[in-house]
Each structure stands twice: as C-alpha cells, then as structure tokens.
C-alpha cells in the first residue's frame, strides 16, 4: 500500500478527488445534501473512550445514526460493539480504515477522537471527502495544522467544530454575555487552571506489536517509532511524536473560557516557568507548569497547570476565574458564580444536568449541547459555538505555551499571525516532519 497523495483529475468535473493510501476520496458526496428530514449520517473515529460521550450526545438526535465505528485496535472495537449494544440499542458497522469510511458517500460527518497527530490530518480529509468535521480538542498537534484547517474549512466550506464543550453551557454563555455588558467592570485578568495526580508511566519496554493493534495506521502521519508496552492507549498524551501534554489534553478548555471572556485573541508575549518533577519515567513534557500570556490593553491569562500533585489549598480538579475592575466571575462546566470584590458571593448559576471534570471521558450534557449545536449548524446553517477559525486560536495559546516553556525565555509573539518573532530556535516547532507521503495537504 502506498500512502502517497495526487490530486488527480476526473474526465467528467473540473473537481478534484483525493488519493492517498491507494483509495480515492471524492470531493463531492452527496450523502451530504440532506433531505427533507435533515437525517445525519456520522462515523466515530477512536473509539476507545472519549468517543463514547459523542455517542451518547449523537444518538440523543432521533433524525441521527451512527453508521461506522472506527478503530485500529480490535480489542477497543470488541468492546466498544458489547458497549454500543448496551447503550444505544445497536452496533454500527465497524472499519479499521477510517479512508475506507471517507469514501462512503453516506456518511455526513465524521467525529474526531484520536490521538492528537491525527486530528487535523484527518480532519483535513474528511472535508476533503464532504464531510462535516466534529473534532475533539486539541485540534492540531503544532501550529502549521492550525493553518491548514482554517484554510481547509473556508476551501471546502464544512461544518467544523472543536470539541470544547463548555463553549455550549448556558450558564457560560450567559456568563460572557454579562461580562460583555458590564456586570464586573473593565475585565482584565483570566485565570485558568487544573489539578490531577497522575502515576508515572514508567519506562517503556519495546515489545512485539500486539496482533490486534494496526501500528503502523496509529502511526499514520507521525514518524515511525518502536512499539513500547507504555504508549498505547491513554499514555500517548505525554510523548511529543504524538502527544501535545497537559497545557493540550485539558488546558485548552479553561484558557479557551478565559480568551472568550476576556473578548482576546493572540498574544503579545508569553512566558512559561515549570518542569518535570516528580517521576522518572518516559513523560516527556512538564508536569507543572505556570504560563503568563499578556494580551494588548493591558489583559492577561494565566494557566496553572498540575499534572501529577495535587494544587493546594484545596480547589475543584479545573476551573477558570474572570477578573474584573468591580468584581469577579468563576466558571466550570457545571455553574457560574458571580462575585463582589470584597468576595461576598452575589449570584450562582447552575446547569440543569452536570458534566464530568476530571476523568479521562467527560460524559455529560454539555457534549449533548455541542454536538447538537453542531448537527443545529448542518441543518440549518446555524451559527458554531466553536467554529474552527476561532477555536484554533485557543489552541494556538497552547501551542505557545509549550514554546515559550522549551525557549525558557519570554517570547515574543506577533499577534497578527502568533509566529514567535524573538526565538528563532522554537520557531522550528511551527510544523512537524511527517511520515514520508503522509503530510497534510490542501
């Protein structure tokens, strides 16, 4: 099988089609002009644990179906079908090859949960095939992919959207809008922040491939690695090949919350203190980190990050606090708490049904909301809560937070285009090198 990728041109349209791995991929399916009955067709790709809240939230939609799990583990596929059976009264049909699903005019959306160096890749060639784009977060593994997905979206004019799903909590958005007219003040100061106690990963031992596992699929646009026994499934998150580490895997939700309150973009600067210290093991990334991100009028954010220790004096696992010149707000998945400036609590907020906050799935409402904001934008051309032009902003903030951590100095970024205008040395992490004939392209 080759995995090398030609536009090639079809006799019949002036239309491209895709070609990579071998299959063709048209840039046209008509499985997504929707009908009178504005019936969703979806593929789930990753199935092993995130993907089982976007299950939940699809099939909450009567007018929509799950007609593909994807998954290169056979195992995670055995029992994510007993699982399907349980909870949605059905099994979808199964494919180890999401380019196989890709070329199935049926399908109307693909939803992302993979590890980090797909998603964007991936998500690149679902719109390429058609398809409207549910992505979890982070949505690109190095910043180049950012740039390539707000491009890929405006060229094939999908529906994308980022899995950060307090984007649809109504006490946050009821938040923001209060914040927009006033209620705190002059806003100035995001606070972001989560708190685990992770194990160490220990070190890896290179073993035969099990099986069940298609590695070299996994691996697809990342450069081949040895199969160790501590990569696979979870611990992918804190490997730079694949993974993007603790600011990615949960920061991006709470500095998300905070650059939408405080009405900011990309920043002027941005410094980072922290390190790995607690196990020594393969963890690849820090394990506490400190970001500072100062934007222009005087605003900043800042990220606290605790992967393995606990933060002290005690506070709930994750959170974001907004300031304000006559008062404050905090923000989680589940309310919102108004407060004075002397800290006297003026109101709270609450959602209808709580979402989960610290466990690796995060099942709950507001992935009903998300998704169904999402199938709302198919249908009837509703507006993203969080459309990819905006959300790969927030993931940018990430992305320079690991940079400005590497350059161990303060960066300074030009807040036009986010590229690093003082460190030549970090600006070499802009784009990855790609497994030959796997590089994303337009």
Excluded at 47 to 74: E, F, G, Q
Excluded at 240 to 264: P, S
Excluded at 310 to 337: C, E, Q, V, W
């Amino acid at each position: 099988m080759t995995t090398r990728r030609n536009f090639i041109k079809k006799t019949t349209a002036s239309s491209a089609a895709l070609t990579l791995g071998g299959l063709v991929l048209p840039s046209m399916s008509y499985g997504n002009i929707l009908g009178a009955n504005d019936h969703i067709n979806c593929a789930v790709i990753g199935v092993r644990s995130r993907a089982k809240s976007h299950i939940r939230a699809i099939h909450k939609d009567t007018n929509a179906k799950i007609l593909y799990n994807c998954d290169v583990d056979d195992t995670i596929i055995e029992e994510h079908n007993i699982w399907c059976q349980e909870n949605i009264g059905y099994i979808p049909k199964v494919e180890k090859d999401f380019r196989k699903i890709l070329e199935d005019k049926d399908v109307d959306a693909v939803f992302i949960a993979t590890p980090e160096h797909w998603h964007a890749p991936m998500a690149i060639m679902a719109m390429q095939a058609g398809k409207h784009v549910y992505v979890e977060k982070p949505c690109s593994h190095n910043p180049h992919e950012n740039e390539l997905l707000v491009a890929a979206q405006k060229k094939y004019g999908k529906k994308v959207q980022m899995g950060n799903q307090q984007r649809s909590a109504k006490t946050s958005i009821l938040a923001v809008k209060e914040i927009n007219e006033g209620i705190i003040g002059d806003v100035y100061k995001g606070e972001a922040y989560y708190s685990n106690n992770r194990g160490s990963i220990g070190i890896g031992n290179k073993i035969d491939v099990p099986k069940t596992l298609d590695w070299d699929l996994w691996q697809g646009p990342a450069p081949r690695k040895a199969y160790k026994d501590n990569i696979h499934p979870y611990n992918w998150h804190w490997f730079r090949n694949w993974g993007t580490g603790e600011i990615h895997n949960n920061g991006t939700h709470e500095i998300d919350i905070c650059r939408w309150a405080l009405g900011v973009n990309l920043p002027e600067s941005v410094t980072s203190f922290g390190g790995k210290y607690t196990y020594d093991d393969d963890w690849e990334f820090v394990d506490n980190q400190q970001i500072t991100y100062k934007f222009k009028n005087d605003k900043f954010i800042t990220w606290t990050g605790h992967s393995r220790g606990i933060m002290k004096p005690k506070r709930p696992g994750r959170g974001a606090t907004i300031y304000g010149s006559k008062g404050s707000i905090t923000l989680s998945r589940n309310d919102y708490k108004l407060y004075a400036l002397d800290g006297t609590l003026i109101k709270a907020e609450k959602e209808e049904n709580e979402s989960a906050t610290t466990n690796t799935r995060g099942d709950g409402q507001l992935d009903v909301s998300h998704v169904g904001n999402f199938f709302e934008a198919i249908r009837k051309d509703k507006s993203l809560h969080s459309d990819i032009s905006d959300a790969s902003i927030s993931t940018m903030l990430c992305h320079l937070g690991n940079m400005a951590q590497d350059a161990g100095e303060t960066i300074k970024v030009d807040s036009s285009t986010g590229r690093v205008t003082n460190n030549d040395k970090v600006m070499k992490n802009w784009k990855r090198e790609y497994q030959q004939g796997w590089e994303p392209k337009l």
